[in-house]
C-alpha cells in the first residue's frame, strides 16, 4: 500500500505558476506509475498528467500539454506537478494518485488517492 499527501496548492493569478509536490508513503514508490488528476465544482474528476515508475514517459490531458510537467523523485518518495500559465478553468482541487507498476500506465485504474489540494485561479 501506499498513503499520499499532497501540498502546495493555493490561490493565483491567470497567468501565474504553482507547483503541486505528492509525498508518498512506504518504501516501494518506485513500483507505482503516478498520475495527478482533478476535480472542479460540478464536474467530474478528470485525468490530468501521468508519469511511469521510472519516470521515463509522461501522459497529458490535451487540456494542459505544454504547459503542466509531471516528475518524480523516487529518492524522496515524491512526485510533483509544475503548473504554468495557469487559466481561470484549471481551478479544481488537485489529487496525487498511484497504480501499479505491473501493469501499463494508462488514465484509468488509479488504486490509491491522496486527500486532494484546492489550486483557485483568479481571472
Known amino acids: 500500500q501506499v498513503q499520499l499527501v499532497e501540498s502546495g496548492g493555493g490561490l493565483v493569478q491567470a497567468g501565474g505558476s504553482l507547483r503541486l509536490s505528492c509525498a508518498a508513503s512506504?518504501?516501494?514508490?518506485?513500483?507505482?506509475?503516478m498520475g495527478w488528476f482533478r476535480q472542479a465544482p460540478g464536474k467530474e474528476r478528470e485525468f490530468v498528467a501521468g508519469i511511469t515508475l521510472s519516470g521515463g514517459k509522461t501522459d497529458y490531458a490535451d487540456s494542459v500539454r505544454g504547459r503542466f510537467f509531471i516528475s518524480r523523485d523516487n529518492a524522496r518518495n515524491a512526485v510533483y506537478l509544475q503548473l504554468n500559465s495557469l487559466k481561470p478553468e484549471d481551478t479544481a482541487v488537485y489529487y496525487c494518485?498511484?497504480?501499479?507498476?505491473?501493469?501499463?500506465?494508462?488514465?484509468?485504474?488509479?488504486?490509491?488517492w491522496g486527500q486532494g489540494t484546492q489550486v483557485t485561479v483568479s481571472s
Open positions: 512506504g518504501r516501494t514508490f518506485s513500483s507505482y506509475h
Open positions: 494518485a498511484a497504480k501499479s507498476g505491473f501493469s501499463a500506465l494508462t488514465r484509468s485504474g488509479f488504486e490509491y
